[in-house]
């Protein structure tokens, strides 16, 4: 057991619905990273925030937002669902903002666009 | 294109054989890492090998860091079926932590 959290862990849904996934990171880390894991794209980051802030962000959709709230947990938000955002989601964090240090991942939230 | 890729994409072996698996990356890097990841699960760290370092153990883990060939290697001595996983490496590029392709790893009993 990593310390993070997600919830929900499948989450089923139509094309152009919006759906929120959340993370809470473990005790005592600044840092949250969103990470998006589908057969074709492999692991692609999405976004970090750390201490609240926006501090990087990768190959994240218009469609897609985040935020990471005063106690430290995150939320990802996906609207208009395509079928294509059918992946993993996972969320890790880290004590540091900078990313070459080890991070704590979650047990991710499979969603599924029908 | 990736920052990292693995090779082989897959392997298979049995129980008690050693398994090597490599990363190449493309850009000059402070640090390597390597993670595994069950099958759906979520990925768990297994060692970071620095640039200044050429070889690092843990447990059964060995990994060895080419900087002049931009190559590293993970070692896996005397595998049991536990260690059947998806192992990937990951190196920091700018502001991000990039993930190589993975190598899918099966050792049978």
């Known amino acids: 057991d990593s310390g993070v959290t997600q919830t929900p862990k499948h989450l089923i849904t139509a094309t152009g619905q919006r759906v929120t996934l959340r993370c809470s990171p473990r005790?005592?880390?600044?840092?949250v990273y969103w990470y998006q894991q589908s057969l074709d794209q492999g692991l692609q980051f999405l976004i970090q925030?750390?201490?609240?802030?926006?501090?990087a962000k990768g190959n994240i959709l218009e469609r897609f937002s985040a935020q990471q709230f005063p106690d430290l947990h995150s939320e990802l938000n996906l609207s208009s669902l395509e079928l294509g955002d059918s992946a993993l989601y996972f969320c890790?964090?880290?004590?540091?903002?900078?990313?070459?240090?080890?991070?704590?991942f979650g047990p991710g939230t499979r969603l599924t666009v029908l | 294109s990736q920052q990292g890729e693995e090779d082989p994409q897959a392997l298979s072996i049995q129980e008690g054989e050693n398994a090597t698996m490599n990363c190449s990356y493309k850009?000059?890097?402070?640090?390597l890492q390597w993670y595994r990841q069950n099958s759906g699960r979520g990925l768990v760290h297994l060692i970071l090998?620095?640039?200044?370092?050429r070889e690092k153990h843990s447990g059964r883990l060995r990994v060895t860091l080419d900087t002049s060939k931009k190559s590293s290697s993970l070692l896996i001595t005397a595998s049991r079926a536990a260690d059947t996983a998806s192992y990937f490496c990951?190196?920091?590029?700018?502001?991000?932590?990039?993930f190589g392709t993975g190598t899918r790893l099966q050792v049978f009993p």
């Open positions: 890790a964090s880290s004590v540091e903002a900078a990313v070459y240090n080890e991070q704590f």
């Open positions: 005790s005592g880390d600044l840092s």
């Open positions: 925030y750390y201490n609240g802030e926006e501090r």
């Open positions: 850009t000059s890097i402070n640090n």
């Open positions: 090998i620095r640039s200044n370092e």
């Open positions: 990951a190196t920091p590029l700018g502001d991000k932590l990039i």
